[in-house]
Protein backbone atom coordinates (compact mmCIF):
# COMPACT_ATOMS: atom_id res chain seq x y z
CA UNK A 1 0.00 0.00 0.00
CA UNK A 2 1.45 3.21 -1.01
CA UNK A 3 1.71 6.11 1.06
CA UNK A 4 -1.62 7.86 1.98
CA UNK A 5 -2.42 10.99 -0.13
CA UNK A 6 -1.47 14.64 1.72
CA UNK A 7 -5.61 15.05 1.58
CA UNK A 8 -5.72 11.78 3.48
CA UNK A 9 -3.16 12.98 5.88
CA UNK A 10 -4.92 16.47 6.44
CA UNK A 11 -8.02 14.25 7.37
CA UNK A 12 -5.97 11.88 9.53
CA UNK A 13 -4.95 15.03 11.45
CA UNK A 14 -8.23 16.56 11.54
CA UNK A 15 -9.65 13.04 13.42
CA UNK A 16 -6.60 13.01 15.59
CA UNK A 17 -7.77 16.33 16.85
CA UNK A 18 -10.94 15.77 17.30
CA UNK A 19 -10.53 12.28 19.03
CA UNK A 20 -7.72 13.83 21.82
CA UNK A 21 -8.72 17.28 22.51
CA UNK A 22 -12.63 17.68 21.27
CA UNK A 23 -14.18 20.28 18.88
CA UNK A 24 -13.43 23.55 20.66
CA UNK A 25 -9.55 22.72 19.75
CA UNK A 26 -10.09 22.11 16.01
CA UNK A 27 -8.39 24.84 14.35
CA UNK A 28 -6.94 25.00 10.83
CA UNK A 29 -3.96 25.87 12.52
CA UNK A 30 -3.98 22.83 14.59
CA UNK A 31 -4.61 20.59 12.21
CA UNK A 32 -2.02 21.71 9.78
CA UNK A 33 0.58 21.33 12.24
CA UNK A 34 -0.50 18.21 13.40
CA UNK A 35 -1.13 17.13 9.62
CA UNK A 36 3.11 18.60 8.79
CA UNK A 37 1.57 20.60 5.90
CA UNK A 38 1.71 24.50 5.63
CA UNK A 39 -1.68 26.42 6.21
CA UNK A 40 -1.87 27.08 2.49
CA UNK A 41 -1.68 23.44 2.12
CA UNK A 42 -4.45 22.46 4.26
CA UNK A 43 -6.66 25.10 2.40
CA UNK A 44 -5.58 23.30 -0.54
CA UNK A 45 -7.49 20.32 0.23
CA UNK A 46 -10.05 21.99 2.66
CA UNK A 47 -11.19 25.52 2.58
CA UNK A 48 -13.07 25.44 5.61
CA UNK A 49 -13.23 23.76 8.67
CA UNK A 50 -16.97 23.29 6.77
CA UNK A 51 -14.98 21.54 4.53
CA UNK A 52 -13.18 19.44 6.68
CA UNK A 53 -16.04 17.92 8.36
CA UNK A 54 -17.62 17.38 5.25
CA UNK A 55 -14.13 15.43 4.31
CA UNK A 56 -14.60 13.25 7.59
CA UNK A 57 -18.28 12.56 7.08
CA UNK A 58 -17.72 11.75 3.40
CA UNK A 59 -14.63 9.28 5.20
CA UNK A 60 -17.12 7.83 7.49
CA UNK A 61 -19.64 6.97 4.71
CA UNK A 62 -16.73 5.10 2.35
CA UNK A 63 -15.58 3.32 4.67
CA UNK A 64 -18.64 2.07 5.99
CA UNK A 65 -20.20 1.08 2.48
CA UNK A 66 -17.04 -0.66 2.45
CA UNK A 67 -17.46 -2.66 5.32
CA UNK A 68 -20.87 -3.42 4.17
CA UNK A 69 -19.57 -4.79 1.21
CA UNK A 70 -17.36 -6.87 2.63
CA UNK A 71 -19.66 -8.09 5.11
CA UNK A 72 -21.86 -9.23 2.21
CA UNK A 73 -19.25 -11.87 0.72
CA UNK A 74 -17.28 -12.42 4.85
CA UNK A 75 -16.62 -16.42 5.09
CA UNK A 76 -18.47 -16.37 8.18
CA UNK A 77 -21.50 -14.82 7.22
CA UNK A 78 -23.06 -11.28 7.10
CA UNK A 79 -25.09 -11.38 10.65
CA UNK A 80 -21.74 -13.07 12.53
CA UNK A 81 -19.65 -10.77 10.83
CA UNK A 82 -21.51 -8.09 11.90
CA UNK A 83 -22.00 -8.68 15.17
CA UNK A 84 -18.47 -9.95 16.02
CA UNK A 85 -16.70 -6.79 14.23
CA UNK A 86 -19.33 -4.74 16.26
CA UNK A 87 -16.78 -5.65 19.00
CA UNK A 88 -13.25 -6.08 17.03
CA UNK A 89 -13.71 -3.58 15.03
CA UNK A 90 -13.73 -1.36 18.01
CA UNK A 91 -10.00 -0.17 17.78
CA UNK A 92 -8.39 2.92 17.50
CA UNK A 93 -6.13 1.15 14.42
CA UNK A 94 -9.21 0.68 12.65
CA UNK A 95 -9.75 3.35 10.23
CA UNK A 96 -13.27 3.14 10.40
CA UNK A 97 -13.28 3.24 14.27
CA UNK A 98 -11.42 6.10 14.57
CA UNK A 99 -13.37 8.33 11.70
CA UNK A 100 -16.52 7.47 13.39
CA UNK A 101 -14.95 7.97 16.89
CA UNK A 102 -14.12 11.58 15.24
CA UNK A 103 -17.57 11.95 14.28
CA UNK A 104 -19.40 11.43 17.60
CA UNK A 105 -17.09 13.80 18.53
CA UNK A 106 -19.31 16.55 17.06
CA UNK A 107 -22.82 14.68 17.45
CA UNK A 108 -25.14 16.77 18.77
CA UNK A 109 -23.60 20.10 17.76
CA UNK A 110 -23.69 19.54 14.41
CA UNK A 111 -26.47 18.66 12.56
CA UNK A 112 -24.44 16.97 9.33
CA UNK A 113 -23.04 14.74 11.94
CA UNK A 114 -25.95 13.60 13.52
CA UNK A 115 -27.66 13.14 9.81
CA UNK A 116 -24.62 11.08 8.23
CA UNK A 117 -24.54 8.89 11.95
CA UNK A 118 -28.43 8.23 11.05
CA UNK A 119 -28.08 7.29 7.62
CA UNK A 120 -24.66 4.69 8.92
CA UNK A 121 -27.23 3.31 11.10
CA UNK A 122 -30.00 2.80 8.32
CA UNK A 123 -27.25 1.31 5.85
CA UNK A 124 -26.30 -1.48 8.51
CA UNK A 125 -29.84 -2.28 9.06
CA UNK A 126 -30.74 -2.62 5.38
CA UNK A 127 -27.87 -4.98 5.20
CA UNK A 128 -29.52 -6.87 8.09
CA UNK A 129 -33.01 -6.89 6.65
CA UNK A 130 -31.25 -8.91 3.20
CA UNK A 131 -30.16 -11.80 5.92
CA UNK A 132 -33.14 -11.66 8.08
CA UNK A 133 -36.83 -12.02 7.24
CA UNK A 134 -38.12 -10.47 10.18
CA UNK A 135 -38.35 -7.02 10.00
CA UNK A 136 -38.43 -6.74 13.95
CA UNK A 137 -35.47 -9.29 14.74
CA UNK A 138 -33.28 -7.72 12.49
CA UNK A 139 -34.12 -4.07 13.89
CA UNK A 140 -33.15 -6.28 17.46
CA UNK A 141 -30.00 -7.64 15.87
CA UNK A 142 -28.97 -4.00 14.52
CA UNK A 143 -29.84 -2.64 18.25
CA UNK A 144 -27.50 -5.57 19.77
CA UNK A 145 -24.59 -4.98 17.59
CA UNK A 146 -24.99 -0.80 18.01
CA UNK A 147 -24.58 -2.00 22.02
CA UNK A 148 -21.83 -4.29 21.45
CA UNK A 149 -20.07 -1.49 19.63
CA UNK A 150 -20.57 1.19 22.59
CA UNK A 151 -19.31 -1.17 25.22
CA UNK A 152 -16.79 -1.97 23.24
CA UNK A 153 -15.90 1.53 22.40
CA UNK A 154 -16.31 2.41 26.01
CA UNK A 155 -12.92 -0.52 26.83
CA UNK A 156 -15.38 -2.90 28.19
CA UNK A 157 -13.72 -6.43 27.94
CA UNK A 158 -16.94 -8.32 26.17
CA UNK A 159 -16.06 -11.68 26.04
CA UNK A 160 -16.01 -14.42 23.10
CA UNK A 161 -17.70 -16.16 25.89
CA UNK A 162 -21.12 -13.66 25.15
CA UNK A 163 -20.45 -13.28 21.62
CA UNK A 164 -20.81 -17.05 21.62
CA UNK A 165 -24.10 -16.99 23.60
CA UNK A 166 -25.31 -14.05 21.36
CA UNK A 167 -24.44 -15.61 18.15
CA UNK A 168 -26.61 -18.86 19.09
CA UNK A 169 -29.24 -16.89 19.83
CA UNK A 170 -29.35 -14.75 16.67
CA UNK A 171 -28.79 -18.42 14.79
CA UNK A 172 -31.93 -20.08 16.49
CA UNK A 173 -34.11 -16.81 15.89
CA UNK A 174 -32.94 -16.40 12.14
CA UNK A 175 -32.37 -20.04 11.39
CA UNK A 176 -28.67 -19.12 10.30
CA UNK A 177 -25.60 -20.40 11.67
Same mark, same amino acid.
Given at each position: MGR??SR? +? =???AY @?? =? *????G???? %??D?????????K??L #?????S?EA #? !? /?G? +? /??? !??? %?A??IEY??T????? $???YL?SS?? /???? /???AH?????? $?? #? *?GT?????H %?M???SR??? @??L???V???????V?? #??GDG??L???L?????Q?LL??V??V??? @?TG??
Amino acid at each position: MGRPSSRE +L =VLDAY @EG =V *LIEHGPTAV %TLDAVAARAKVSKGGL #LYHFGSKEA #L !L /DGL +L /DRV !LRL %TAADIEYARTAPEGA $LRYYLFSSVS /DARM /DNPAHRAAMAA $LR #L *LGTEPRVNH %TMIKVSRMWA @ELLAEYVDDPLTAEVIG #LLGDGLYLRASLGDEVGQALLQRVMAVVSR @ETGQS
